[in-house]
């Protein structure tokens, strides 16, 4: 399959050539995600999530079951993708950032730089992600704060971490850049820009291209720190593939700025029940449950441009 060629920006935990290959957002999902490939083809990058504005309790218990999870999928080959939430957890729009910048919750960002020292994996750290969204409440002045101070932290303890910001795209209306950059830390303190990609139509609008070509402006690779096909699926086979993952993969093959891609293989409707959102309607997105996609997906992640681990 024809892609360009990657550009190479030199930041941290960036692969030179390739996208590194990623998948989550729990480990059974991960797993029977990973079941559909070969042993040399399997997803180098776990994702997860975790709230620091919460109880310390919360945090401690994320950190020893990721250990467990890392564990059982193998640590060879493999790094992480992790969501650092700054609401506590809520979904009404209240961001806490100002808490975290101001050092009240450093006890929880310990905790997670414990946790990261002693999995001792490489990790992308998705700083307050999808930073615009109003279901997060984050203000500029107040984020770029808490990101600087979460970022002084993960580096004073020298981890093998690299800092991503990370913006919702069309989720959050695809905002021009001038309305992003407010949020903006500064290239000082950002390693990669990420962005969030779940309707079929941002993988082919000018606002996504030009958030990548501005990334390869501040001389940052891009992320694909969350995608799936909301609202289409996998059932319906062949219309499923055209409708989301061809525009989906040939957004990766022609951007070059692009180095990594995390997929949700969620059934949706499940998870909703589980977590209580309104997620009813994204359908059910595990590849594995339908076998056009699966031998779609299969073949292009045979690709040279692709990068995995072997089990």
């Known amino acids: 399959m024809n892609f360009i060629e990657r550009k190479y920006f030199g930041a941290k935990l960036e692969p030179v050539n390739t996208v590194l ?5 729990d480990l059974a ?11 040399d083809q399997q997803p180098a990058v776990y994702m997860t999530y975790i709230g620091v504005a919460g109880d310390s309790a919360r945090v401690m218990e994320w950190g020893e079951r990721l250990q467990r999870e890392c564990e059982a999928i193998g640590k060879h080959g493999l790094s992480l993708q992790i969501g650092l939430n700054m609401t506590g957890g809520n979904d009404q729009g209240i961001g806490t950032e100002d808490v975290v910048a101001r050092g009240e919750k450093d006890d929880n960002l310990a905790l997670v730089c414990d946790s990261l020292e002693r999995i001792a994996l490489p990790a992308y750290v998705r700083i307050g992600y999808e930073f615009e969204g109003n279901w997060n ?5 107040s984020y770029r704060e ?4 979460v970022t002084k932290m993960m580096r004073q303890r020298q981890l093998n971490a690299a800092t991503v910001w990370c913006s919702a795209g069309a989720s959050a209306g695809a905002l021009s850049l001038g309305d992003l950059m407010p949020y903006y830390p500064g290239d000082e303190w950002v390693d990669w820009w990420g962005i969030d990609t779940f309707d079929a139509a941002e993988m082919t609008s000018r606002a996504t291209r030009h958030f990548c070509e501005a990334a390869g402006e501040h001389g940052k690779p891009v992320m694909i720190g969350e995608a799936t096909p909301r609202g289409i699926g996998v059932l319906g086979g062949r219309a499923s593939w055209e409708a989301w993952f061809a525009p989906f993969f040939a957004l990766i093959r022609q951007q070059p700025e692009i180095k990594l891609f995390s997929y949700i293989n969620w059934d949706w409707a ?6 209580g959102f309104e997620w009813h309607d994204w359908e059910d997105c595990r590849i594995e449950q339908n076998a056009v996609v699966e031998g779609n997906y299969l073949a292009e992640m045979g690709s040279d441009l692709y990068e995995h681990r072997a089990a």
């Open 21 to 25: 290959h990623g998948a989550g957002q």
């Open 137 to 141: 409440g984050y203000q500029p002045q």
């Open 270 to 275: 499940h998870w909703s029940d589980v977590l």
């Open 29 to 39: 999902s991960f797993m029977r995600y990973a079941g559909v490939f070969p042993r």
């Open 146 to 149: 808490a990101f600087v101070h």
